[in-house]
């Protein structure tokens, strides 16, 4: 497979215009259904959905063939009308030409955390963030090291195992390939999907899943040093011969302004076009900015910080480049941390929900000043698992719009075109998903679920839920009306491509 070096749509525009069989799958998912999945405001409509049931641990909430694995639904990456759904037993390949009626043409088994997305043509790139007996796809979980010391170098040190990212060929939906696995040390939690088209190929920058100490070099070489890992590895993925994937370099990431090191990445924004800079969502507690006008070579610029924010989840930049937005995930993103400000956190945790712990902050990108924030305003139960997850900025032309995707606060959009008076104008929040009684400290981690991801892409929200699948929403309001950006693809965490603003509404709040 030889994906082309154009940005235009390769092999998938072609083979969707096809008949394919769907891969089977174990869980039946019933009819796709587009009743709401819990209340919303009058201007988010429901447009699609396509349901894929998926569980933390245990059966799937509904369906035949349940399996006792973790099969959440996570991240989301775009390509045309084709939507990359990841999973964590896999990922799904959907039509949403058709916003009504969103079709599943694939799904991939590949039994391995965490599995968050990307996509350039025809290829998929997926991360695997623990160790795997082998680098290989199987329908049943193989966690752990290599069963056979004897393949571990050198005895008698135990194997890690593989942990890194798998990269995938879905030219042909019926005959989907696995054609290279690039083993990365401490793994790849998230990954940043970076074109390079001028040069004939893709990098990848990657944000490692730990930094703990690991014993030995396993079977594929991985080897966590410990911390301070400080650094992020770039992957390179050649577009005439992506099968020969490879890491080909790495940078530091800077340090905070009081000297300490940063550690690692959770996740890693960049923005292309005229602006060149990265934003590691980083720990402990800064957000590291790079100009990356030397893809190969990023130089660290600052390290932004906010009050109380202990690590951060996400960072997302406007599209002009002038604002950088930071989420954090207190709580690990499986504990309620986005109750009413001073309530108190339920057994076994202990302390308060604060503001910040439910805060999107808004960044000067070229000072890394704080200049607005929002907090969450819809107060969530104790039984609701929530942070400010997964998100990204709107490709408008005349306003700031931040769309998230915050597990059991469900999604909504924030009009932040002025910053520092910022304002959620259409949500969804569905109710909590098991039951009240259900309050002991081992029953209190079953309730984890809700938006994973929440992204806008060409006029729709798209909106990965982690037991649901993939609904589409559209929003009627004047904070979306006007001139749009067309994208022909989408990694969210990567604005491919950068433009200036025409800020009106801003300079008169001026």
């Avoid at 009819?31 to 201007?43: F, I, K, Y």
């Avoid at 490692?208 to 080897?223: H, I």
């Avoid at 980083?282 to 190969?296: N, T, Y």
């Avoid at 604005?495 to 025409?502: G, T």
Wanted: proline share 10%; aromatic share 10%.
């Amino acid at each position: 497979m030889r994906p082309r070096k154009r940005l235009a749509l390769p092999a998938i525009a072609f083979v969707l215009a096809m008949t394919f069989v769907v891969v089977p799958y174990s869980g039946a998912t019933g009819p796709p259904s587009v009743d709401p999945p819990g209340p919303h405001s009058d201007n988010m409509v429901l447009m699609g959905a396509s349901l894929a049931p998926g569980a933390v641990t245990g059966p799937p909430p509904a369906g035949p063939g349940t399996v006792p694995w973790d099969t959440r639904n996570t991240d989301l990456a775009f390509w045309g009308k084709t939507v990359i759904q990841g999973r964590y037993d896999g990922f799904r390949v959907i039509d949403a030409r058709n916003l009504r009626k969103p079709k599943e043409l694939a799904r991939f088994t590949c039994v391995s955390p965490q599995g968050d997305v990307g996509v350039y043509g025809d290829l998929v790139f997926r991360s695997v963030d623990s160790q795997q007996e082998t680098d290989q796809c199987t329908a049943e979980p193989q966690g752990g090291a290599p069963d056979d010391a004897a393949e571990c170098a050198p005895a008698p040190f135990p194997c890690t195992g593989f942990e890194g990212i798998q990269i995938f060929d879905i030219s042909d939906l019926q005959n989907i390939q696995h054609i290279a696995s690039v083993p990365l040390d401490c793994g790849s939690h998230t990954h940043t999907v970076v074109p390079d088209e001028e040069n004939g190929r893709v990098l990848i920058y990657n944000s490692v899943s730990g930094t703990g100490l690991q014993t030995d070099p396993g079977k594929y070489g991985n080897q966590c040093p410990g911390e301070p890992f400080n650094r992020e590895d770039i992957v390179e993925v050649p577009l005439d011969d992506p099968a020969s994937a490879s890491v080909i370099g790495s940078f530091a990431l800077g340090q905070l302004a009081d000297g300490e090191l940063m550690d690692g990445c959770h996740d890693m924004g960049v923005i292309l076009g005229d602006v060149n800079k990265a934003a590691c969502a980083g720990h402990p507690r800064g957000i590291a900015v790079f100009d990356i006008s030397d893809l190969d070579d990023p130089v660290f610029l600052y390290a932004a910080e906010a009050p109380t924010v202990t690590g951060w989840h996400s960072a997302a930049f406007t599209w002009d480049g002038e604002i950088i937005v930071g989420g954090w995930e207190p709580g690990g993103g499986t504990r309620p941390r986005c109750l009413e400000t001073g309530a108190p956190f339920p057994p076994p945790d202990s302390g308060v929900q604060t503001d910040e712990m439910k805060t999107a902050f808004f960044f000067d990108a070229d000072t890394g000043e704080i200049i607005g924030r929002h907090v969450l305003p819809r107060p969530q139960s104790i039984y609701e698992n929530c942070t400010i997850h997964n998100y990204n900025v709107a490709a408008l032309k005349k306003r700031y719009v931040l769309v998230h995707g915050s597990y059991q606060s469900g999604t909504a959009a924030v009009d932040f075109t002025d910053p520092a008076n910022p304002y959620e104008f259409a949500w969804m929040d569905p109710p909590p998903l098991d039951p009240p009684s259900d309050t002991s400290p081992g029953g209190r981690t079953a309730f984890r679920g809700g938006d994973w991801s929440s992204y806008w892409y060409n006029g729709e929200i798209y909106e990965s839920d982690a037991r649901r699948g993939l609904y589409i929403w559209r929003v009627r309001a004047k904070e979306v009306r006007g001139p749009k950006v067309k994208l022909d693809f989408l990694n969210p965490q990567t604005n491919h491509l950068s433009y200036e603003m025409d800020l009106r509404e801003r300079k008169k709040k001026d």
